[in-house]
């Protein structure tokens, strides 16, 4: 069974940094696209990002150029380093794997962690 666990999160300021880690269980991590969402208070869930399994990568235009997400498929994980960041990227964020290849579309992914909660203070 695949399970995703989210670290990284908490409170920061407006200009600050985050390293938000997502670690995949499980023995085809190398298999699995990954991609961040985020869902903020009374919003709908949101992409964030994404990368393939040939660590290609894909941004939400909100986050290009703050946000870098990596892969170590050596030690399962996929990483999301925010930069720059602003209250308007407070959210719980989410990481989701799926064997269907990167994707914008949450219904492409088929395993989802239980979140990580951003803060950002102005």
């Known amino acids: 069974q695949v399970q995703l666990v989210e670290s990284g999160g908490g409170l920061v300021q407006a200009g600050g940094s985050l390293r938000l880690s997502c670690a995949v269980s499980g023995p085809t991590f190398s298999s699995f696209a990954v991609g961040w969402f985020r869902q903020a208070p009374g919003k709908e869930r949101e992409f964030v990002s994404a990368i393939s399994r040939s ?43 799926g064997l269907t290849g990167m994707s914008r579309y949450e219904t492409r992914y088929d395993y989802w962690g239980q979140g990580t909660q951003v803060t950002v203070s102005s």
């Open 55 to 97: 660590a290609y990568t894909s941004y939400a235009d909100s986050v290009k150029g703050r946000f870098t997400i990596s892969r170590d498929n050596a030690k399962n994980t996929v990483a999301l380093q925010m930069n720059s960041l602003k209250p308007e990227d407070t959210a719980a964020y989410y990481c989701a794997a």
